[in-house]
């Protein structure tokens, strides 16, 4: 049975650093592409990176050079490291695995990041 489980979320001020982590159970992380989602409070689920499992990488416009997307293959763990956090960043982010078409299958239960100014 898959199982995706974040952590690190928490409380920050703006330009405070945050790292998330996924531990995923019941498949190999590097036999699925890997993703990032966040939502924010009355807005629509956003993709913030996604990880192919070649390893390339992708992130969308807004996190570019500040959010890394990793992955630990030993630990079978996906990380999300985030710098210069901003007030816009918060939301609720999600791991999530293995793409069937244009969605992922697997979702984690969501960390919840709060940037204050």
């Known amino acids: 049975q898959v199982h995706l489980v974040e952590s690190g979320g928490g409380s920050v001020q703006a330009g405070g650093s945050l790292r998330l982590s996924c531990a995923a159970s019941g498949f190999s992380i590097t036999s699925c592409a890997l993703a990032w989602y966040r939502q924010a409070p009355g807005k629509e689920r956003e993709l913030v990176s996604t990880?192919?499992?070649?390893?390339?990488?992708i992130y969308t416009d807004s996190v570019k050079g500040r959010f890394t997307i990793s992955r630990d293959n030993a630990k079978n763990e996906l990380y999300l490291e985030m710098n210069s956090l901003k007030t816009e960043d918060t939301a609720v982010y999600y791991c999530?695995?293995?793409?069937?078409?244009?969605?992922?299958?697997?979702w984690g239960q969501g960390t919840q990041v709060t940037v204050s100014s």
């Open positions: 999530t695995a293995c793409k069937n078409g244009p969605e992922f299958t697997y």
């Open positions: 990880m192919r499992n070649s390893g390339a990488t």
